[in-house]
């Protein structure tokens, strides 16, 4: 990797000055939350740290410790903190133009084109946003123009952001107390090895195939305008889809004529070990979701489709579509810098071989703890399931996973997610020195609780 893992003066692993956190982040902590709205995430509010820099996959705190980024600041960081390619396009850029609408930019041109090289033939047309969020709101709304139908099918387990619509395609908790939701939008089944631990895979595809005929044969009105699915479900448990199942939803809706989207959003831009997560399956979708990482650490979201279904219906015509900052030129800029870097600084392949080493450690050093039941995943984007009881799968209790955060930050990891299912999703420059460090964090943090 022409990006050095571990640039000059920085740590290559973690290095401590105080307990963490330490009196200075603690003292920016409360003072960011006497001027904040509630509603941060758990994360964040349970480590009470202020971060002040960031150099490959390590970041500095208010108090001088390095910490190690074991979450990619909520899997954005891709490249790793400080990527000078990025820093550099980003302050061009802005000495150039920062903002003009929607008008057409150079910057633009180039960033998409590059983008497009990536991709299979017929996703040849782009709708650029701010975020994921934005992104699964213009699929939304593009598979409601191009088929004229307005009912949509996604998955338990799945998570596709907090907008309204968004909010509406996904599952779980996090909807609480918010409804009512988009009229519309029914769930299915996707096989879930949390479920049904004791069944096969094919069992599960099979099983999870039948239920998604059923719910179209019996609650929806008519032909979905599409499905939606992750190819890898990341919130709702770091699960793998198993590519028979993702096989088996494109001949569903090739049958019925909805449109098949990927959301990206999580596992695109090398996550995975491939460039896209849908390269694993070979299933090609007819629409792509793609946000967080692929921006390099700006904000962006990019729905990317055929021609003749992204220019299709009313939502195609003038204004009708348009954004005030979607695809502005710091975002495009950034984004070309950090895509050009995925593929030539040897990333993607990286997090394939490193990904594997962490996944097999953690499966070694875990294996004899009571309080885990599965460590799974694809590259670097990893599942710790814990658990209170192997047997049952019985989720821990949100007090143990507050713990478990508490406990990698003394340790120097920095983890975001804050459900049973542990996600470690690092920098995709991660060292093996510092994989193995987050192994012997991991299992360190598990044993002492244990204990406790």
Not at 56 to 70: E, H, K, P, T, V
Not at 193 to 216: G, K
Not at 323 to 334: D, E, I, K, M, V
Not at 362 to 382: E, M, T
């Amino acid at each position: 990797m022409n990006h050095s893992n571990n640039p000059s003066g920085t740590p290559e692993l973690p290095r401590l000055v105080t307990e963490v956190p330490g009196p200075g982040s603690k003292a920016i902590f409360r003072q960011d939350q006497s001027l904040l709205a509630a509603g941060n995430s758990a994360g964040s509010l349970w480590s009470e740290l202020a971060v002040v820099e960031g150099r490959g996959a390590m970041i500095r705190d208010a108090d001088g410790n390095w910490l190690l980024d074991a979450c990619a600041g909520t899997v954005v960081m891709n490249l790793g903190h400080g990527h000078p390619a990025v820093a550099t396009a980003l302050g061009e850029q802005a000495r150039l133009l920062t903002h003009f609408y929607d008008f057409a930019t150079e910057v633009r041109v180039r960033f998409v084109e590059l983008l497009r090289s990536t991709l299979p033939e017929r996703l040849d047309a782009f709708h650029l946003a701010n975020s994921g969020s934005e992104a699964v709101e213009a699929a939304l709304r593009t598979v409601r123009s191009a088929t004229g139908r307005h009912e949509v099918i996604a998955f338990h387990n799945g998570y596709h952001g907090r907008t309204l619509g968004a909010l509406s395609l996904t599952s779980g908790a996090g909807r609480e107390g918010l409804g009512p939701f988009l009229p519309g939008v029914v769930h299915a089944v996707a096989p879930d090895p949390m479920e049904t631990p004791h069944q096969s895979e094919a069992r599960r595809v099979e099983a999870c195939a039948r239920h998604l005929d059923r719910v179209a044969g019996q609650v929806l009105a008519g032909p979905p305008a599409a499905v939606i699915i992750e190819p890898m479900q990341g919130a709702g448990g770091m699960i793998p889809v198993p590519a028979a199942f993702l096989e088996s939803v494109r001949a569903f809706c090739d049958r019925t004529g909805a449109l098949l989207m990927f959301d990206e959003i999580l596992t695109g831009g090398g996550r995975t070990g491939r460039l896209w997560a849908y390269e694993h399956s070979g299933v090609v979708p007819d629409l792509l979701l793609l946000g967080k990482g692929i921006g390099g650490g700006f904000p962006l979201g990019i729905v990317a489709g055929p021609r003749h279904v992204m220019d299709a219906g009313p939502g195609a015509q003038p204004t009708h579509n348009s954004s005030t900052f979607g695809g502005n030129p710091l975002a495009c800029a950034s984004g070309f810098a950090a895509l050009t870097a995925l593929l030539e600084e040897g990333l993607v392949d990286n997090a394939s071989r490193v990904g594997q080493h962490l996944i097999n450690a953690l499966g070694k050093r875990l294996a004899q703890r009571r309080n885990v039941a599965d460590v799974r995943g694809l590259g670097l984007a990893i599942g710790v399931e814990m658990v209170r009881d192997r047997a049952t799968r019985t989720p821990v209790s949100g007090d143990f996973i507050r713990e478990v955060l508490r406990g990698l930050l003394r340790r120097g990891v920095v983890i975001s997610s804050t459900g049973h299912v542990m996600r470690i999703t690092p920098p995709l420059c991660l060292t093996i020195p510092q994989a193995d460090y987050i192994s012997h964090a991991v299992g360190s943090t598990l044993a002492e609780l244990e204990r406790d």
